[in-house]
């Protein structure tokens, strides 16, 4: 069988003064381009979450019986929450209420659940929590 003769429009596959192209240097550059971006990216999510820049919300110790008819709580010496012997039954009589407008010697619109992720200081400046996730946190009569 004899070779067919090339067309005479069809293009060199070599033109002259040309050095023929590598086609894997293509490939092996987009796998480094892409590579190297999936590293900054995920550099930059572990900065992004590593930075301590967590929502901070305040507490105050309370009477937990002392909710008054508005929803106000008595606020109390926040020795009362870090101390185990002033609670009593199965619910302890003091506890934490974060986030509420402190008005004298009661406190309103907060709330006796523990926000999470959140990073939760005492108005004398105790650390109940740390920002982050899994935060654990707590104040511990100490002795």
């Known amino acids: 069988m004899a070779a067919r003769p090339k067309h005479p429009l069809a293009s060199p596959q070599n033109p002259p003064g040309r050095t023929p ?3 894997s240097g ?4 987009k796998a480094v ?4 971006i ?4 995920l550099l930059l999510i572990g900065y992004c979450s590593a930075q301590e ?4 919300v305040g507490a105050e110790c309370v009477d937990l019986n002392s909710r008054q008819p508005d929803g106000t709580y008595a606020v109390v010496d926040e020795d009362y929450c870090d101390d185990d012997r002033h609670y009593y039954g199965s619910r302890g ?6 986030g509420g407008i402190r008005s004298g010697t009661h406190i309103r619109k ?22 982050g996730f899994g935060g654990r946190g707590g104040s511990g009569g100490g002795s």
């Not at 293509?26 to 550059?29: C, D, I, L, V, Y």
């Open 21 to 23: 192209a590598k086609s």
């Open 26 to 29: 293509f490939k092996a550059s």
């Open 33 to 36: 381009t892409i590579t190297g």
């Open 38 to 41: 999936g590293v900054v990216s």
């Open 53 to 56: 820049d967590y929502e901070e």
């Open 93 to 98: 009589a003091y506890g934490w209420y974060y």
């Open 110 to 131: 907060g709330t006796t659940v523990r926000p999470s992720d959140v990073h939760i200081t005492s108005r004398k400046g105790t650390v109940i929590q740390r920002g």
